[in-house]
Nanobody, 123 residues
Framework: QEQLVESGGGLVQAGGSLRLSCTAH????????RGWFRQAPGKEREFVAA????????HYADSVKGRFTISRDNSKNTVYLQMNSLEPEDTAVYYC????????????????WGQGTQVTVSS
């Protein structure tokens, strides 16, 4: 079973940037699509971004399109989320997960959820 460890969260002012990392242990990293999700207090977990197994394809939630970039380094078993022009509305716990499929797929098709990393954006 895969273990995912997220890192890179923190407190940043609006307009600032952060880069999140998610490192996987336990199964063939490159065989799975990867996704980032977030959950704000009192809200449901929501999709942020996803990347195909080889990194050739990505897609984003409309709320982060043009500001966030997902990437991966299969040699390091790591997926990244570069977040620019952060807004207070981006405040949430960010999670990564894996899926055998890539595309507009439901959240329940992802597994291996990490413990999350807190991102707080101050106004």
């Amino acid at each position: 079973q895969e273990q995912l460890v997220e890192s890179g969260g923190g407190l940043v002012q609006a307009g600032g940037s952060l880069r999140l990392s998610c490192t996987a242990h336990g199964r063939t990293f490159s065989s799975y699509a990867r996704g980032w999700f977030r959950q704000a207090p009192g809200k449901e977990r929501e999709f942020v971004a996803a990347i195909s197994w080889n990194g050739d394809s990505t897609h984003y939630a409309d709320s982060v399109k043009g500001r966030f970039t997902i990437s991966r380094d299969n040699s390091k078993n790591t997926v990244y989320l570069q977040m620019n022009s952060l807004e207070p509305e981006d405040t949430a716990v960010y999670y990564c997960a894996a899926s055998i499929r890539y595309g507009l797929i439901p959240m329940y098709e992802y597994d291996g959820w990490g413990q999350g990393t807190q991102v707080t954006v101050s106004s």
